[in-house]
């Protein structure tokens, strides 16, 4: 069984910086990938950046230049910088894996941003 805690959400002023974290309760050695997702009120959950095992990172097209992904091994925790936030950029920010071949979502943390 997997534990993700998310942390960093808050309110920021368009324009504004954030930086997100999702501690596993597993190595994340032994998970294949970390994935960010947001979902804002009425729309769906969609994937914002993941980085594999190996380092490899993915991003949406809407964060590209914007956000970056990063491993913390040592600490088990992946963050999230998010840069140049905008009012679209709002919304419940979680981290999800598979492990063993089953889902696991964290609570999510807010970021909300004032235009």
């Known amino acids: 069984q997997v534990q993700l805690v998310e942390s960093g959400g808050g309110l920021v002023q368009a324009g504004g910086s954030r930086r997100l974290s999702c501690k596993s309760s597993v190595s994340l050695f032994s998970l294949s990938a970390m994935n960010w997702y947001r979902q804002a009120p009425g729309k769906q959950r969609e994937l914002v950046a993941r980085?594999?095992?190996?380092?490899?990172?993915d991003y949406a097209d809407s964060v590209k230049g914007r956000f970056t992904i990063s491993r913390e091994n040592v600490k088990n925790s992946v963050d999230l910088q998010l840069n140049s936030l905008n009012p679209a950029d709002a919304a419940v920010y979680s981290c999800?894996?598979?492990?063993?071949?089953?889902?696991?979502w964290g609570q999510g943390t807010q970021v909300t941003v004032s235009s």
């Open positions: 980085v594999t095992t190996a380092g490899t990172t």
């Open positions: 999800y894996v598979v492990f063993v071949r089953k889902n696991y």
